[in-house]
């Protein structure tokens, strides 16, 4: 696969203000198959702040926001939910996204779970569940 190489983001962490750098995932996960060529960008006080998002493989640019482990654990769940909904629906994933953003009142371009917070994955998941699509096929 190539790499398009950009110039790295300037990135400072919400939760300390310190700032983030592009580093090899294998620094957070440990060097596994899994982390071969994935970056991560990581709160330079980690792992005292427990801050980090991936990177695009391609691109390197973040994939979100910096999160702890909370905001990590509610986005896991939302992504669960959204996936969930969309195999119960047999909806297509950019179906689910169109789905979510008329839900929330969002464009296009709001709407990354990478981008929310916790209490916007809650909302998420709160939708995804409340779907009468949970029980009898495509979400209303």
């Known amino acids: 696969m190539e790499v398009i190489l950009l110039k790295q983001k300037q990135i400072k962490c919400p939760y300390c203000h310190a700032h983030a750098s592009l580093r090899p995932a294998s620094l957070v996960y440990g060097s596994t198959p ?58 297509e994933k950019w179906e689910v996204y169109i789905w979510l953003q008329a839900k929330l009142g969002l464009d296009a371009h709001q709407t990354h779970i990478g981008q929310f917070s916790e209490y916007m994955c809650e909302q998420v998941i709160s939708l995804c569940q409340q779907a009468p699509a949970y029980t009898s096929g495509r979400a209303a």
């Open 34 to 91: 899994q982390t071969r060529g994935k970056f991560l960008y990581v709160c330079d006080r980690w792992p005292a702040c427990n801050a980090y998002v991936s990177a695009h493989e391609r691109t390197l640019l973040p994939m979100g926001t910096l999160a702890n482990g909370d905001l990590r654990h509610k986005r896991i769940l939302a992504h669960r939910a959204l996936k969930k909904l969309q195999q119960d629906c047999h909806m």
